[in-house]
Each structure stands twice: as structure tokens, then as C-alpha cells.
DNA sequence: ACAAAATCTAAACATTTGTTATCGTTTTCC
DNA sequence: GGAAAACGATAACAAATGTTTAGATTTTGT
């Protein structure tokens, strides 16, 4: 747990009573390569805090296609965040990648931290900032960037996602078929 | 400036003497049609609150194509809020579509606000979140939905937004060309 | 260790979407 | 009020991307 514990005091000072009571709200959480840690279709009031492996984060259309929409890996929280804040059922799936080890932050640990930790709003403020920012990047490079560029740039951003997930996963990630992105990399030579 | 209360009191509670202390922070400013309130290349210190008028955000690409991105208008915080937060040079510009009536919002009042209200911290976790679920749900429609069920949808958002904005725009907030939308709502007969 | 499943590439073809050019209409701006 | 610009539709053509199928290789599960 020591690892949330980091993570969270690198962004908001918090004092080691205050962190030893909202741990306690918090328990860890095993799941093997290609667990469902959150399923679709249902309500969603945990966030998972990832110690190790990798997950993906995928959406079904309505042809039942799947796509990919992101993924996650060590010192991330990761969620349906946008359905835990709406009270929605959720439209996406956590799949893990590799067995993954996690701390189960339960809706009960964040409200508490909301009012009783000195600076819990600001924690949620910077939490939602920083997946606010990661979002509106993503549109950004949606709209000016061609798929071998976002090909390119998620190269830099995940250096070794490419031992971790299969391409064709990464594929989906970038909107096009594994087809696609097979011609894509070849055009590169 | 009763506006930007209202919209604020309906996120958290203020204090009449809080709200009248962060209200001098701020100031009106209007705008005549196809004016820029922001400017790319640029750091921004300031969010925009809208009173009356609409305006779209666009981002110009590497080969100098526009991309509409977003549309905003009446009670509406609006900005690159990206660049506001990490400091770095705005993308976007920001382009009234009609004349424009707002309230300023320099970054001294947000920090003021931040530190001086009761609920300050609550005020930029909640338009955080806000904005963080917006463009999730943008980020899910994109993988899911086709572009003539994204014009649908839109439609279902902004009712009135074909009066105000020329469809050519539309087009590029959809990530089409605007002779494809031609096509696609012909074919809807 | 071995059979089954998953993965990546490739080619041929189909579909979608973009590009360029044109035309008539509407809107804008002095 | 009138010239100029912006706008929306359309057609013909070009480019990008998806679909289907196949085969070779690797990984997985027992």
C-alpha cells in the first residue's frame, strides 16, 4: 500500500495519522491475466490503484464490436471514473493484461478523504485535472494527428507497450483495424 | 455578473459576502462576431464565462487546417483549460460566432478563490469533473457511434445550434468533411 | 509436450471518406 | 443597394481504410 500512499503525497501534503486512518478504508486486491476487474452494465463505486501489471480499458458497440480505449499500468488509479462521479451504469470494462496487483479504493475511502482529509478536495481536484488534461490531449491529437502519428507519439508516451499487449489492441486504441496498422508500419521503411 | 453567480451557487455553497469579494476578482468584456477571445501560441491566465453569444474552440493542424472542436455558449465556463493548468502555450484558439457577452475570470480570482473559499476547492474539482465527463462521453461516442449518429446525437445536445453555426463547422466538430455531411444527411431519406 | 487458440502479415477486393471543381443561393459588409 | 464573400449541394474522381480469407508463427492451457 505504501506505493498509493506515495503516490497520493506527491500530490497533496498529508499527515501520517491522516494517511494511516484513509488506508484503512483501503484493501488490496489480486487478479489473474484476463480477470474483468469492473464490468460493464453495472454500477461502479471503486478505483483501483495499480501496484503492478497492465490493464486495458475496452467499450462494445452496439454490433458488439469491441474497442479499446485505453490502457493503464503501475502507480495509475484507474476506473469508469466518468460513471462512479455520474451514478451511471458503467459502459466500459477494466480487463487485465497481466496478473495485477491493486488497492481497492471503495467510494467510502474518497468521501471520507473528501471531508476529513485537509486537503482531500484538492486531491480530487488534481485527480480529475489530471485526467481531464490526458483527455483533452487525446482530442487534440484525434483531430490534427493521422493514425501513424498517434502511432508514433504512443511510442514515446508507453515505450514498452508493445511486449505488454498485442498489436492488435493497440490498434484499436489508435481507431483503426490491426490490418491497418500492419500497412501503416510497413510504409515506415 | 448575477449570472456567474447563480452558476457558481449551484455548485456549492457561497456566502453572499464570499461571492461579492471573489466578483471583484472578476469583469466583463465583450466581443463583436469572429472576434478571438483566446489565441493559440499563447500561456492563458484567464477562463471565460459566458453570458450571452456562442463560440467554438478550434486548433489548427501542422498543414494549417482548422478542426472545430467545441462549441460554448450561454452560462458556460469556457477555455483552454489544458493550457491553463499545466502552463503550458494554448492550441486552441477561441472564436465568438455571434456577438459575445462574458465575464472574466482572471487566474487571481480562481486562486483566490481556491485558498479563500469555503468550498473552493469543491468549485475546481466539480468543473474538473465536469469537463473530464464530457469528454469521456465525446471519447465514447468516438469509438462507438458512427458519424451520422454523432450528428443525431448532437442534435439531441444542442437544439438550436444549426441556427448559430454554419454546417461546415459542424462537419469538422464531427471529424468530416463537410461535403461527407452533405452526404450522410441525404442518405437519411 | 502437444493440441488449440491467438497473433501477425499479406493480398485482393469493397466501402467509406476525402478532394477538386462547379453552381446557385444566401449572407456580409461598405 | 450592390459587390464580394461565405455557404451548401452535387458530381466525378482519388485516396484511405475496412473486409475477407489465408497461411505461418507464437503463445496458451492442460
Redesign the pocket.
Given at each position: 500500500m505504501n506505493t498509493l500512499r506515495n503516490a497520493i503525497s506527491q500530490m497533496i501534503s498529508i499527515s501520517e495519522a491522516e494517511a494511516e486512518e484513509f488506508m484503512a478504508f483501503c484493501y488490496r486486491k489480486s487478479f489473474r491475466?484476463?480477470a474483468i476487474l469492473s464490468d460493464d452494465d453495472q454500477f461502479i463505486n471503486e478505483v483501483y490503484f495499480i501496484e503492478k501489471g497492465i490493464l486495458r480499458v475496452k467499450i462494445i458497440d452496439l454490433d458488439g464490436r469491441e474497442h479499446t480505449t485505453h490502457f493503464a499500468s503501475e502507480n495509475q488509479f484507474i476506473a469508469d471514473y466518468n460513471a462512479f462521479l455520474t451514478g451511471k451504469k458503467s459502459r466500459y470494462q477494466l480487463e487485465a493484461m497481466e496478473d495485477l496487483e491493486t488497492v481497492v479504493l471503495p467510494r467510502k475511502a474518497i468521501e471520507w478523504g473528501y471531508q476529513n482529509l485537509k486537503e482531500g478536495e484538492k486531491l480530487g481536484r488534481l485527480v480529475a485535472e489530471y485526467y481531464f488534461i490526458y483527455l483533452d490531449t487525446r482530442i487534440q491529437h484525434l483531430y490534427t494527428l493521422?493514425?501513424?502519428e498517434r502511432y508514433d507519439l504512443m511510442n514515446g508516451l508507453f515505450p514498452d507497450i508493445?511486449n505488454r499487449v498485442?498489436?492488435?489492441?493497440i490498434a484499436s486504441y489508435l481507431?483503426?483495424?490491426?490490418?491497418?496498422?500492419?500497412?501503416?508500419?510497413?510504409q515506415k521503411d
Open positions: 491475466k484476463k493521422s493514425p501513424l508493445h498485442p498489436q492488435h489492441m481507431g483503426i483495424t490491426p490490418i491497418h496498422l500492419s500497412r501503416i508500419k510497413k
